[in-house]
């Protein structure tokens, strides 16, 4: 059948026969017998595996990164009987979130283990896609690749698939750091060093991509710790 159609058709298939006749007057002749005969063929559908391509996505660490207008899919049949089924995403890190519009028609599965299924009319998968967005686990600058799965349906209930990988890339940013200064206020008597306890705090970032450092202000002229380093204008840094 042509590519990709399940429409039927009708072979017609003759059979001539032929006798020379070298009694005809003013030269031979042939004498013919026809049988014409038809065969109807049936064409069962079968799902054809459909297009899918996806861009690679660049976004911020701790936020969300859209990646769903990276991604094209298609059906190949273009006789009308086929439509999409359903958009599989797997590999999704954990701690991630995926984000999608609410608002629109169709369903996005949760699945566990990092796989998340679209599914509903085929607009509506096409409609939810488009709204797609990754938020990278808390603090976390790697990468993931997620596993696009694309299946199609044939009006017979058959089925086929195509997968791909896509690339997101998740650009490192400062994290925000703890601070503490114990109890809030300190008593320093004249002409005496004192201890200052309490002061300090501590990364939130902790896949080691960050280092920290502590700076006080408004020290008056003429005071001085025992370590660090004065930055001039009452600014020191530890």
């Known amino acids: 059948p042509p590519a990709n159609s399940d429409v039927d058709f009708a072979l017609t298939v003759?059979?001539?026969s032929e006798e020379f006749n070298p009694a005809e007057p003013g030269g031979v002749a042939l004498l013919q017998a026809t049988t014409v005969a038809t065969i109807p063929v049936t064409v069962t559908a079968a799902a054809?595996?459909?297009s899918l391509?996806?861009?690679t996505t660049t976004g911020n660490e701790d936020s969300p990164i859209a990646f769903g207008g990276g991604i094209t899919f298609a059906v190949t049949d273009m006789d009308g009987s086929e439509v999409i089924s359903k958009l599989r995403m797997a590999g999704v890190p954990t701690g991630a979130v995926i984000g999608w519009n609410n608002?629109?028609?169709g369903t996005v599965t949760n699945l566990g283990g990092g796989i998340y299924e679209i599914t509903g009319s085929d607009a509506a998968i096409r409609a939810i896609a488009a709204t797609l967005?990754?938020?990278?686990?808390?603090?976390s600058d790697v990468d993931a690749t997620l596993t696009?799965?694309?299946t199609t349906r044939d009006n017979d209930g058959s089925s086929a698939n195509r997968s791909i990988t896509q690339d997101i890339i998740v650009t490192a940013m400062a994290d925000a750091p703890t601070a503490s200064v114990g109890a809030g206020n300190f008593n320093i008597p004249e002409d005496t060093p004192t201890a200052l306890?309490?002061?300090g705090g501590a990364l939130t970032d902790l896949d080691g991509s960050e280092t920290h450092l502590f700076r006080i202000s408004g020290i008056p002229a003429g005071s001085a710790f025992n370590?660090?380093?004065n930055l001039g204008g009452g600014i020191w840094q530890f």
Do not use: C, F, M, R
């Open 53 to 55: 391509a996806a861009t």
């Open 103 to 105: 608002l629109l028609p």
């Open 148 to 150: 696009l799965t694309v």
């Open 197 to 199: 306890p309490g002061l």
């Open 14 to 16: 003759t059979a001539v």
């Open 48 to 50: 054809d595996t459909p």
């Open 133 to 139: 967005t990754l938020t990278p686990p808390a603090n």
């Open 227 to 229: 370590s660090g380093t």
